[in-house]
């Protein structure tokens, strides 16, 4: 069907403007958090605002004051997770991944290629991408943990500060330590 009714058409469009800038006011509050790069756990969120978006938009069986409990609960619970994540560290590791080195000093890190499922071919992109050729003057090309590629130049990778963390980590995976 093209068309049903002028009211029906109205109640959606005045829905969908209440709607939308309940969600911005609502995504304001809670922060630069929701809506910066995504991770997983960010993705979810976001597709499901997206989903109550939608059908409260278009289902005339859901009010508005529905869609925005809904949207109210959801930067919420995203609030906590962030609270929870940033006070206990295995919080952290339940909802969230690490970032993780890929390539060092020259040499592609196979055991980590394998685990986060990533290519020669796309750490080369990543590092072409970022103005570089020669893959002998690359510290390290790090994993992010919302799946972008941070690559940094001057071996060697023990050097950078930054690194220190996910080199512990690493050192630790290969004598066999937690």
């Known amino acids: 069907m093209w068309f049903d009714n002028w009211p029906d058409i109205g109640t959606i469009a005045l829905t969908t403007l209440v709607i939308y800038a309940a969600l911005i006011a609502i995504l304001q509050i809670a922060g630069k958090r929701s809506i910066a790069k995504l991770n997983i756990f960010d993705l979810v969120v976001t597709v499901a605002l997206g989903s109550i978006l939608a059908s409260v938009m278009l289902t005339s069986s859901l009010s508005v004051a529905d869609g925005l409990a809904a949207f109210i609960v959801l930067a919420f619970l995203q609030w906590v997770v962030s609270f929870l994540s940033v006070r206990f560290g295995w919080f952290k590791q339940v909802v969230r991944s ?71 980590g690493n050192d630790k995976s290969e004598t066999g330590g937690t």
């Open 98 to 168: 690490d970032s993780r080195i890929l390539f060092k000093d020259g040499e592609f890190l196979e055991k980590e290629m394998k685990s986060e499922r990533v290519t020669h071919g796309e750490i080369e992109a990543a590092i072409r991408g970022k103005g570089h050729g020669d893959m002998s003057q690359i510290a390290a090309v790090v994993l992010e943990t919302d799946g972008s590629f941070s690559v940094i130049e001057g071996p060697p990778a023990s050097q950078y500060s930054a690194l220190d963390r996910m080199l512990k």
